[in-house]
Structures are given as structure tokens and as C-alpha cells.
């Protein structure tokens, strides 16, 4: 596709139910990130993918999450058992291998109610 | 202390005036900052990287690196009433290649 696409762009969640995110990067692009952007602050390094190895996932804030990209293009974040303080916008970024410049997708806006 | 520090906003400048937007960093180990506006309720975008001590320019952006002070700048010229976004200051490189680590972010209000 022409962009980094995310879906849904909006979710609203019951405390304690499982969501999942999906992240479409651009076609190519064997680098993702997932960030969590809270209001008012900038967005905090979750996890990285290069193809379908994730190889950094130092920023996930508990156990509750977790993310996968199995076949090395779309990938997925889930979060389990979900929390108030989990709301947030979640973002996904791609690059190419090797590259500078980080595109990024419109955000999925999670509210737990 | 977080890893990027951005000035305190918000930032309030009149159309055509210079806007300047500033950020610290504490990890020496970063290589490359980068500049992203994000306008509300969308997502990030960048405007401009550097990664050399000293002055890059692009259109009306200059970024300014100084690796010694560890300190990153944006000056925006001849401001817009379309410059008004929060700026975001990230640093990236190093061992974490790829991943950025950005600062809280600065609202810029560019008024006519």
C-alpha cells in the first residue's frame, strides 16, 4: 500500500478484555515498530521487528502485551486483560532495512473504559 | 531523568516571526535526531534529520546539532499559522538502530 495502515483506528475496550491491533507496513519494509503514544507525551518504543524476528521488545509494559509479525509484513499487538492505563494511541512505524526515516501509521486510539 | 528533553511549551510566535524549538539528550551513544511534527490527532511526520555537528538546512527548517553540549535545535523561519503542530525531538542510531526515543514533545501556536 501507499502507507503504513493500522486498524482499527478507534477502540473502545471493557476493562479486562483482549484487543488486538494490526499494523499493514509499507510493502518492502522490513523494519516495524510499535510505539504507545499516552496524551500530552511522546510516543514510547514498544517493540522491533526486522522480517518476522522481533528483536527488541524491552518496551513492552508487562506480560499482558504481546506482538507478532509471523510472516515478516503485517504484524499484530496484543493486549491482554486490558487496564485503564492502557489507554493510549498505538503506533506503528516501518523502514526499509538500513534506512533513516521511519513512516508511520495513523495510530489505533485505545480507550479502556 | 528522561533520555530527551524537550523546552517546556507551549510556544507562541507570530506569523513570520522565527520559531525556535529545543532539545537535550542524555545518551551519547545516540548518532542521529530527527525532527517530527505531529498536528492533532494524526501521525508523526518528519521534517528533518541530522546527524553531523552543526547546521542543516531545508526551506524554512534549520536543525542544529551540537554531540558536545548534546543538544538539538529547530529553528522554523518566516512561521505559518500552518506550523502550529507539536514538535517532536527524537534520537535514534547507535546500538538501537531504528528505534527512537522522543522527547515529551512542544506545542508551537503560530498566530496571525
Known amino acids: 500500500g501507499a502507507g503504513v495502515s493500522q486498524s482499527p483506528r478507534y477502540k473502545v475496550a471493557k476493562r479486562g478484555q483482549d484487543v488486538a491491533l494490526r499494523c499493514d507496513p509499507i510493502s518492502g519494509h522490513v523494519s516495524l515498530f510499535w510505539y504507545q503514544q499516552a496524551l500530552g507525551q511522546g510516543p514510547e518504543f514498544l517493540t522491533y521487528f526486522q522480517n518476522e524476528a522481533q528483536l527488541d521488545k524491552s518496551g513492552l509494559p508487562s506480560d499482558r502485551f504481546f506482538a507478532e509479525r509471523p510472516e515478516g509484513s503485517v504484524s499484530t499487538l496484543k493486549i491482554q486483560r486490558t487496564q485503564q492505563e492502557d489507554s493510549a494511541v498505538y503506533l506503528c512505524?516501518?523502514?526499509?532495512?538500513?534506512?533513516?526515516?521511519?513512516?508511520f501509521g495513523q495510530g489505533t486510539r485505545l480507550t479502556v473504559v | 531523568q528522561k533520555e530527551v528533553e524537550q523546552n517546556s511549551g507551549p510556544l507562541s510566535v507570530p506569523e513570520g516571526a522565527i520559531a525556535s524549538l529545543n532539545c537535550t539528550y542524555s545518551d551519547r551513544g545516540s548518532q542521529s535526531f530527527f525532527w517530527y511534527r505531529q498536528y492533532s490527532g494524526k501521525s508523526p511526520e518528519l521534517i528533518m534529520f541530522?546527524?553531523?555537528?552543526g547546521d542543516k538546512e531545508d526551506g524554512r527548517f534549520t536543525a542544529q546539532l551540537n554531540k558536545a553540549s548534546q543538544y538539538v535545535s529547530l529553528l522554523i523561519r518566516d512561521s505559518q499559522p500552518s506550523d502550529s503542530a507539536t514538535y517532536l525531538c527524537a534520537g535514534g542510531g547507535g546500538t538501537s538502530y531504528g528505534k527512537l526515543t522522543f522527547g515529551q514533545g512542544t506545542i508551537l501556536t503560530v498566530h496571525p
Open positions: 541530522i546527524y553531523s555537528n
Open positions: 512505524a516501518s523502514t526499509l532495512q538500513g534506512a533513516t526515516e521511519a513512516f
